[in-house]
C-alpha cells in the first residue's frame, strides 16, 4: 500500500474502533484520528466507517479491517454482533482501492513488536522478552473482551508471520469438582461449553450466574461490571467467579503454549485486561498456567505479560498495512 494514509479498524461485538494509520517508526497512528463507536448504534460496519470518514479531511483509500470473527474467503460474520461485511462490498460503497480484512486477533498479534515496554506488564516472575527476528520465536497472544480471542505469532527467517484462530472456541475442560458443577450448570444452558463462555465479557457473568445456581443463592448483579463491583465489596459469589474467571485464563494460556509451541510468550491483550490485572497478579492465574502435570516444568519459565496499551488492535492493524507480515491463515 502506498497511500500516505491507511484506514484501520478494530472491530468487536461492542466498539468498533477506527483510526488513520500512516509510515511512521515510532507511531503508526495519526495523532488525534482514533475514535471509538458502540457497534448497536449502528447498522452495519459501512455505516460507522461512512461515519468517520465524513469527518477526515484527507479521505484513504486503503484500508485494514481487523475483526472479532471466522474470515471465510470474502466475508466475515463477527461472532458477537449482527453485523456482516465483505471485501467486496466494503470497497464498492465507500470507494476504497484495497481491503484487507484479517482476524482481530491477527492484528493484535500484528501489534506485539511495536509495543514498548511501558504497555506491556508481566504477570508472574519473568521480564518481557524481547522480539528477536534474527531467531527463531513463537508467542501466542489471548484475549479476553465482548468474545475470546487467540493469535499465533512467529518469527522465522527474518520474517514475521501471524496465524489466524479460532482458539476462544476451544471446549471448555474443567479440571476440578467446583469446574465440573459449573460446567454441569452450562451445559444445560448452552449445550457444548466453549472456553469464550467462561472466559469473556459475558463469560463473567455466566460464571457467577453458574455459581448462584450451584450454591442456590439470588442472583444479585445483572453485569459483568457488576459482578466485578460486587467482588470488590466482598460479595462471595461475585470474588469466586472473577478469581475462577483469572484461573481458567491461566488455565487456557498454559494450553495455548502447548497446542501452538508458543515457548517464547504469552501475550493479554482484550478490554477486561485492564480491570482483572490486580486479580491476575495476585491469584492463581500464574499457577494454573504452570499446572500442567508433567509438562509443568516446561511451563514455568514461559513469561505471561498484560497489554496495557488501549489500541494495540488499531496499532496492529496499521502494522498490517505497512509491514511485511505474513498471515499463515487458510482463507476457507
Not at 464498492?92 to 482481530?104: A, G, P
Not at 472456541?169 to 479440571?175: E, L, N, R
Request: aromatic content about 6%; charged content about 20%; hydrophobic content about 45%.
Amino acid at each position: 500500500m502506498t497511500n500516505d494514509l491507511v484506514l484501520v479498524a478494530d472491530v468487536g461485538g461492542t466498539y468498533a474502533r477506527l483510526a488513520l494509520a500512516r509510515r511512521d517508526t515510532h507511531d503508526v497512528l495519526a495523532p488525534d484520528s482514533i475514535a471509538q463507536f458502540y457497534v448497536a448504534r449502528f447498522g452495519s460496519l459501512e455505516l460507522v466507517v461512512s461515519h468517520y470518514l465524513d469527518r477526515v479531511e484527507n479521505r484513504p483509500v486503503h484500508a485494514v479491517l481487523a475483526v472479532a470473527g471466522l474470515v471465510a474467503g470474502d466475508e466475515v460474520q463477527i461472532t458477537n454482533s449482527p453485523w456482516r461485511t465483505s471485501r467486496g462490498r466494503f470497497a464498492t460503497e465507500l470507494k476504497f482501492t484495497t481491503v484487507r480484512l484479517v482476524n482481530d486477533f491477527a492484528a493484535m498479534s500484528a501489534a506485539i513488536p511495536s509495543l514498548s515496554d511501558a504497555v506491556l506488564e508481566p504477570i508472574g516472575p519473568h521480564a518481557v522478552p524481547k522480539i528477536d527476528r534474527r531467531r527463531p520465536q513463537v508467542m501466542a497472544v489471548i484475549g479476553p473482551g465482548t468474545g475470546l480471542g487467540v493469535g499465533v505469532l512467529l518469527i522465522r527467517d527474518d520474517r514475521l508471520l501471524i496465524i489466524e484462530t479460532e482458539g476462544g472456541h476451544s471446549a471448555f475442560a474443567p479440571t476440578t469438582a467446583e469446574e465440573r458443577e459449573i460446567l454441569v450448570v452450562m451445559s444445560g444452558r448452552f449445550g457444548r461449553v466453549s472456553n469464550e463462555r467462561l472466559v469473556s465479557s459475558a463469560g463473567l457473568l455466566n460464571l457467577y450466574e453458574a455459581f448462584c445456581s450451584v450454591r442456590d443463592v439470588p442472583i444479585r448483579a445483572a453485569t459483568p461490571e457488576a459482578v466485578t463491583a460486587a467482588a470488590m465489596c466482598g460479595d462471595s459469589e461475585a470474588r469466586r467467579s472473577v478469581e475462577l474467571f483469572c484461573e481458567l485464563l491461566g488455565a487456557l494460556a498454559g494450553d495455548v503454549v502447548m497446542t501452538t509451541g508458543a515457548w517464547d510468550g504469552v501475550y493479554l491483550a482484550g478490554g477486561l485486561i485492564a480491570p482483572m490485572l490486580q486479580w491476575l497478579k495476585r491469584g492463581k492465574f500464574r499457577e494454573r498456567f504452570e499446572s500442567k502435570g508433567r509438562l509443568a516444568s516446561a511451563l514455568a519459565p514461559v513469561p505471561t505479560i498484560a497489554i496495557t496499551h488501549e489500541h494495540p488492535g488499531l496499532i496492529g492493524a496499521g502494522a498490517l498495512a505497512f509491514s511485511d507480515w505474513i498471515s499463515l491463515f487458510r482463507q476457507i
